[in-house]
Antibody, heavy 122, light 106 residues
Framework: EVQLVESGGGLVQPGGSLRLSCEASGFTFSSHAMSWVRQAQGKGLEWVSTISGSGGSRYNADSVKGRFTTSRDNSKNTLYLEMNSLRVEDTAVYYC???????????????WGQGTLVTVSS | EIVMTQSPATLSVSPGERATLSCRAS??????LAWYQQKPGQAPRLLIY???TRATGIPARFSGSGSGTEFILTISSLQSEDLAVYFC?????????FGQGTKVEI
């Protein structure tokens, strides 16, 4: 059974940092590009970043560029999102999501975690 | 950035009826489009990719069509469990963008 389990969310002050993790199981992690997608309360979905299966290619949304870094450790089947200089508008549930192939998120997101809530507030 | 626009915002449909959801892209995305279903309190689920291919395990009552800038998601005979918000998303180029969603009410 495929599972993606996010962790690391919580309450942080504006300007603070947080590191999210997403542990994968039930599939060959390195063969799949992985992404972060977030959703503010009562709002739609927003793509945040994508990393290729090897970790060699990454893309970020302009809204997080220079502040968020996505990485992966294929030996640990884990995806990470390092978030710095957090803003109130970064408050959202953060989902990790897996794509069918290794290169980019072509074909959409077939695997989803349950999400972890990040709240940025003073 | 490609803007994805979904209509209607809310769709009220009786069980057994057909539901038709629209998604329009501000420029061509070819067939690089996916549809997701999100039920209350749950993560999204992939329904359709490449505009018209059903994902694994998705019932045949869900179908996708279109290419370029105009896309349709059809639920042929609505079931009560189809109550959800439906999102379209392109993967033609960066950044990926989602539509704002269509809420399907029973």
């Amino acid at each position: 059974e495929v599972q993606l389990v996010e962790s690391g969310g919580g309450l942080v002050q504006p300007g603070g940092s947080l590191r999210l993790s997403c542990e994968a199981s039930g599939f060959t992690f390195s063969s799949h590009a992985m992404s972060w997608v977030r959703q503010a309360q009562g709002k739609g979905l927003e793509w945040v970043s994508t990393i290729s299966g090897s970790g060699g290619s990454r893309y970020n949304a302009d809204s997080v560029k220079g502040r968020f870094t996505t990485s992966r450790d294929n030996s640990k089947n884990t995806l990470y999102l390092e978030m710095n200089s957090l803003r109130v508008e970064d408050t959202a549930v953060y989902y990790c999501a897996g794509s069918p192939g290794p290169y980019y998120d072509i074909g959409g997101y077939i695997y989803w975690g349950q999400g972890t809530l990040v709240t940025v507030s003073s | 950035e490609i803007v994805m626009t979904q209509s209607p915002a809310t769709l009220s449909v009786s069980p057994g009826e057909r539901a038709t959801l629209s998604c329009r892209a501000s420029q061509s995305v070819s067939s690089d489009l996916a549809w997701y279903q999100q039920k209350p309190g749950q993560a999204p689920r992939l329904l359709i990719y490449d505009a018209s291919t059903r994902a694994t395990g998705i019932p045949a009552r869900f179908s996708g069509s279109g290419s370029g800038t105009e896309f349709i998601l059809t639920i042929s005979s609505l079931q009560s469990e189809d109550l959800a918000v439906y999102f379209c998303q392109h993967y033609k180029n960066w950044p990926r963008t989602f539509g704002q969603g269509t809420k399907v009410e029973i």
